[in-house]
């Protein structure tokens, strides 16, 4: 069974349309995060959820939304695609919110191709 | 803020060799966690290997250890016996009071 499941693993659409990204793990963990790497590979953090709250929000547009129905789940919606939204997301999972030494468990990614 | 910094975006070794990747963070912080992840072809983000900064001794994982110098702020990654399938982007990270941070990778290539 896969811990941190991401899909779809490949989304190629057009600019202005509305994308989501869904992800799921089943290890129990209370704390879920996206993450984005750009064309030149440089993982940045986007949005931190705790057991179904929002406790970071790094500087991202708008456009992103990510919504958690459950602690299991955090999906990523996206409004009105921009060419610079391509990139690969990958959600992540953790025990707990702190931060500090806890070990990631990353999804396999989604490859966002805008054009 | 917390910065990581990879100075080589790309490395290459011999099949069987020894390679060391660099790695030099900065922070404020005393207590704190550095990571170094493996990301192959396949895009998945592989824990190679944690080291908590309390701790003097460094971590080692199989073939994989580190050179911690806290008072430098340099965690450097040492792959030992490299094989094939050590080929991929190496990420160093830190963990402090904020989500984890990344370097910009290096990317290592193994010739047979």
């Known amino acids: 069974d896969t811990a941190v499941s991401q899909t779809p693993k490949y989304l190629v659409t057009q600019m202005g349309n509305d994308k989501s990204i869904k992800c799921e793990q089943n290890l129990g963990h209370d704390t879920m995060y996206w993450y984005k790497q750009d064309s030149k590979k440089f993982l940045k953090i986007m949005f931190s959820?705790?057991?179904?709250?929002?406790?970071i929000n790094e500087t991202v547009p708008n456009r992103f939304s990510p919504k958690s129905p459950d602690k299991a789940h955090l999906n990523l919606h996206i409004n009105s695609l921009e060419l610079g939204d391509s990139a690969v997301y990958f959600c992540?999972?953790?025990?707990?919110?702190?931060?500090?030494?806890?070990?990631?468990?990353f999804g396999s990614g989604t490859q966002l191709s805008v054009l | 803020a917390q910065t990581v910094t990879q100075s080589q975006p790309e490395m290459s070794v011999q099949e069987a060799e020894t390679v060391t990747l660099s790695c030099t963070y900065d922070t404020s912080e005393s207590d704190y966690y550095l990571f170094w992840y493996k990301q192959p072809p396949s895009r998945q983000m592989i824990l190679v290997i944690r080291?908590?900064?309390?701790?003097?001794q460094n971590a080692t994982e199989n073939r994989f250890s580190v050179n911690f110098q806290k008072a430098a702020k340099s965690f450097s990654l040492k792959i030992s016996d490299s094989q094939l399938g050590d080929a991929a982007m190496y990420f160093c990270a830190f963990s402090g009071n904020t989500p984890l941070v990344f370097g910009k990778g290096t990317r290592l290539s193994v010739i047979a």
């Open positions: 959820y705790n057991n179904k709250e929002l406790i």
């Open positions: 992540a999972s953790s025990q707990s919110p702190g931060p500090r030494g806890e070990k990631l468990f």
């Open positions: 080291q908590e900064a309390y701790k003097q």
